[in-house]
């Protein structure tokens, strides 16, 4: 049996680890309360409760207008980091890149916070999904696990399509079973965010909608931005084909200014996705990337006897099989190979 984490190279350096926001507050009992609460949109204007995303829950994003996504991040991620929560991003592109759009929008800069343990970042390798089809979900969830993916954390996923395998829903519909499975034992709640979706894969949502805990659709048109809840199970319960214009206030972050529900509301349309609270896991890997020893934190040593593999986020040249990168002060670390 291929090792998950051969070739590996762990840093020994001692970032502040980003399981938990504090070692020193009772980090059991705060894990434990964040488990146990919602994450609040972070969009002024949306209904109380309605559209918070459960803890443990796996949510799908279709931003057909891709970079409208970045406030919608920005106001996520600063909802998260007010409850302390541990936040991590993983994203396609060069960590630097995504990281120089959030930071405008967040109230405290990206390095203090991956220099605090609150943030941590990570890029996925460039034949992610070739990695994902040869190793399985299963790999990517013992390396979220290895890299302290813990109880309470929100996972922010950028640029999904090539973790899940949309073309092929019988293939798709296996590995979000196994991801969302993970994240709500593990109480980890994910926002997987696709920023090429067709209206092909839009067939494979609606076969995938028993697995998600909520899939919204973010674009524009001549009236301008619009967010559209096609589903999504909240603290307040579940919504469907609910639309929110949006605009922007003073500090960059979304605002909804109206909300209206479709006329034709046909719950078996790709408009309506209609989910069960049944909830999946997911498996990748990444690993740290020392070029980005400003922006991201270090994955901590295995301590729990797992051999992690790394196949979905970028890593050293020594690991082809399925390492990622984790953006972190140290050297770069290889997950699988």
């Known amino acids: 049996m291929e090792s998950v984490l051969s070739n590996r190279v762990l840093s020994e350096q001692s970032n502040p680890s980003p399981t938990v926001p504090s070692q020193s507050d009772g980090p059991m009992a705060e894990q434990q309360t964040l488990a146990a609460s919602t994450v609040e949109m972070g969009i002024a204007g949306l209904a109380p409760g309605s559209f918070d995303l459960l803890s443990g829950g796996m949510y799908a994003l279709k931003a057909r207008t891709s970079s409208a996504r970045f406030p919608l991040f920005a106001g996520l991620m600063s909802a998260a980091l007010a409850q302390r929560r541990p936040c991590f991003l993983i994203t396609a592109s060069k960590p630097q890149d995504i990281l120089a759009r959030l930071e405008p929008l967040l109230e405290t800069p990206t390095a203090a916070l991956i220099e605090a343990g609150s943030l941590q970042v990570f890029a996925t390798q460039a034949d992610i999904s070739k990695r994902i089809f040869r190793f399985g979900p299963d790999r990517f969830a013992q390396e979220l696990q290895h890299f302290g993916f813990g109880p309470g954390a929100l996972l922010i996923y950028d640029q999904a399509d090539d973790l899940i395998s949309l073309h092929d829903p019988f293939l798709a519909m296996q590995q979000v079973d196994v991801l969302g499975k993970w994240f709500g034992d593990h109480q980890v709640t994910a926002l997987l965010s696709f920023s090429r979706p067709s209206d092909r894969q839009e067939d494979s949502f609606n076969v995938l909608m028993d697995y998600f805990s909520g899939i919204a659709r973010l674009g524009g048109d001549k009236a301008g931005l619009e967010l559209t809840f096609q589903y999504w199970r909240g603290s307040g319960g579940a919504h469907a084909a609910i639309n929110y214009r949006l605009s922007c206030d003073e500090s960059g972050l979304y605002q909804a200014v109206e909300a209206r529900v479709p006329r034709a509301a046909d719950p078996s349309s790709a408009d309506i996705v209609a989910m069960t609270d049944r909830r999946v896991a997911a498996p990748l890997s990444f690993a740290p990337d020392e070029n980005l020893s400003s ?16 196949y979905s986020f970028g890593s050293n040249s020594a ?3 399925c390492a990622p990168r984790a953006v972190s002060k140290a050297k770069r670390t290889s997950l699988t190979s």
Do not use: F, H, K
């Not at 922006?295 to 729990?304: C, H, L, N, V």
């Open 295 to 310: 922006s991201i934190g270090t994955p901590r040593a295995d301590t729990t006897g797992i051999d992690p593999g790394g």
């Open 319 to 321: 690991s082809p099989d």
